[in-house]
């Protein structure tokens, strides 16, 4: 399963360096856009007994891809439409779970403003999170050099499941 998210700037321009060193600063502060996952010989095999289990490997870093697409002189319309096969077209090719990053980023310009299509894999980003993301990404974008909240404890917040 995988989510995209399109949120629209109408009266803020995004710069792209900006953008991309605002993702890298939430990246950094959320391992689990840094992360991959290690399927190795279970994947070869097809058989779980083959090799060894699949395991989440987090990334140090990595380098943010930021897509264009420029469609200024187009109707919202065609914009709308345009963006709908966008976004099918990135879920439908979906991700390799053994390369970092588990999610793509697209900023489309247009006459009336510009678009951010995030698309991300279900395991890195959840329907909870992303609002906390979108919220420290905008913080970001407005201020660079902003101090960001704490982030939530969620090792603490699920350690009840490991209790007897």
Not at 30 to 39: G, K, V
């Amino acid at each position: 399963m995988f989510r995209g998210q399109a949120v629209r700037f109408r009266d803020y321009r995004l710069q792209p360096q900006v953008l991309v060193a605002s993702i890298q600063k939430c990246a950094q502060r959320h391992s689990a856009l840094r992360s991959r996952f290690d399927i190795g010989a279970w994947s070869d095999a097809g058989d779980p007994c083959a090799g060894s289990e699949p395991h989440v490997v987090v990334e140090s870093g990595f380098s943010v891809r930021l897509g264009r697409r420029d469609w200024r002189g187009r109707s919202e319309a065609l914009i709308d439409a345009d963006l709908s096969c966008l976004m099918r077209e990135q879920l439908e090719e979906g991700f390799d779970l053994q390369r970092a990053p588990l999610m793509r980023l697209t900023l489309i310009d247009s006459d009336a403003g510009q678009r951010l299509l995030w698309t991300f894999h279900h395991a890195v980003v959840d329907g909870w999170s992303i609002g906390h993301l979108f919220d420290e990404l905008f913080a970001l974008l407005m201020d660079p050099s902003c101090s960001l909240p704490p982030r939530p404890d969620v090792a603490g917040d699920l350690g009840w499941l490991a209790a007897p």
